[in-house]
């Protein structure tokens, strides 16, 4: 098998499989190929490390890979291969490395070889394991929810977060602070307590602080809505400042790691108190309190319902447009001004198109699979 030098940023690089495949190749082989790129053992160390710290997917091929070899290290010609077992056993959540010295067949080999590249391998696990450590610890992670889903996840610091309909949220934790950025839709989080760690939300010109706490936090537009379960929370408006640097994987070798910038940072003004059952805007660069806004009214999308008061029915169509595939639009600026009051079940559209119908001011129509609400 001829092997050739891997550039992980290079679109038409090999699957991750097979260059991991190729890593470890290069490894078993007691004897290097002269015309491998890597076949000098300090260049192959360095662009292995290299190209482990690449992304977790990067590790997580490796090890998936490294977890088929030696299972099949030791079966013979003739021995049947339980493929449907192996394919479980590769989806598992977790990845078993057996023993502290792996097990690895050698062909042609005498036995200092074997002995040799047994260290090199359990070398290379340990490797695998500090960097798998590393990336758990301070990797940043991606969420999201497609049109009307709703999911859960326990981030890595043992917070929890809510995530409601088209929403999407990003994360970079490190051991002085845990970011999170709510790049669109709505998000609660409970908050794991821990002093050191502060737990910050950014979303468009908002800045939501809290250190171990419940709160609701919605991205509309220009403008950023919180509602405070539990605790207290600090929210600023922010400036845009210098280029947020978003940290980088740890790398394994010496030489520092390059920093990826991903976001615009805020320069966060004087923050503003808010205590369990009050609710705030972000707008404007400007913090303002939601007076007379109902808590219970705005984690009704927990139970997936939707409660209105004195809302004009484009709000109320485009609310349900969140949830839903089916989209409803509101046309004249008559039937886009209707005031609506009700609760509604955000996942049945059509309860709108029949309240509406009941106006005989407005008129319904279909338009494929969507409707159109205007005025007679």
């Not at 007691?30 to 000098?40: I, R």
């Not at 409601?164 to 989080?189: K, P, Y």
């Not at 947020?244 to 394994?252: D, N, S």
């Not at 319904?364 to 005025?375: A, K, L, M, Q």
């Amino acid at each position: 098998m001829t092997l050739r030098k891997v550039d992980p940023q290079n679109p038409d690089s090999p699957p991750l499989g097979i260059q991991a495949g190729q890593w470890l190749l290069r490894f078993e082989d007691a004897e290097s190929d002269p015309d491998d790129p890597y076949s000098d053992p300090a260049v192959r160390n360095e662009g292995f490390l290299d190209w482990l710290a690449t992304s977790p997917q990067h590790v997580q091929a490796f090890l998936e890979v490294y977890e088929t070899y030696q299972r099949l290290a030791g079966v013979g010609r003739q021995t049947r291969i339980n493929i449907a077992e192996l394919l479980h056993k590769k989806h598992a959540e977790v990845v078993r490395i057996y023993g502290t010295e792996p097990r690895v067949v050698v062909k042609n080999a005498a036995h200092s070889s074997r002995r040799r590249l047994l260290g090199i391998a359990a070398g290379m696990v340990a490797v695998v394991a500090a960097v798998l450590f590393a990336v758990n610890l301070f990797a940043s992670r991606v969420y999201m929810t497609a049109v009307g889903e709703q999911r859960t996840w326990k981030l890595d610091d043992g917070s929890t977060v809510y995530l409601n309909t088209d929403s999407r949220i990003e994360t970079a934790f490190s051991e002085q602070q845990r970011d999170v950025r709510l790049v669109q839709g709505e998000a609660l989080f409970v908050v794991a307590h821990n002093a050191n760690r502060p737990f910050v939300v950014r979303s468009g010109h908002a800045e939501v602080q809290a250190v171990g706490t419940q709160f609701n936090v919605r991205a509309r537009g220009e403008a950023t809505d919180i509602a405070v379960v539990e605790g207290v929370v600090q929210v600023s408006a922010t400036d845009i400042a210098e280029p947020y640097v978003q940290p980088a994987l740890p790398t394994v070798s010496a030489r520092p790691a390059a920093h990826a910038t991903t976001d615009i940072a805020k320069r966060p003004r004087t923050p503003v108190r808010f205590t369990a059952g009050q609710e705030a805007r972000v707008e404007r660069g400007q913090v303002t309190e939601r007076a007379g806004s109902r808590l219970s009214d705005t984690l009704s999308w927990r139970e997936r319902r939707l409660i209105f008061h004195d809302t004009s029915l484009a709000d109320v169509a485009s609310e349900f447009n969140r949830y839903n595939r089916v989209k409803i639009r509101v046309e004249t600026s008559a039937a886009q001004e209707k005031r609506l009051t009700g609760i509604f079940d955000a996942d049945r559209p059509q309860s709108l198109i029949l309240y509406s119908a009941q106006d005989d001011s407005l008129d319904i129509e279909p338009e494929g699979s969507n409707w159109v609400i205007r005025s007679r």
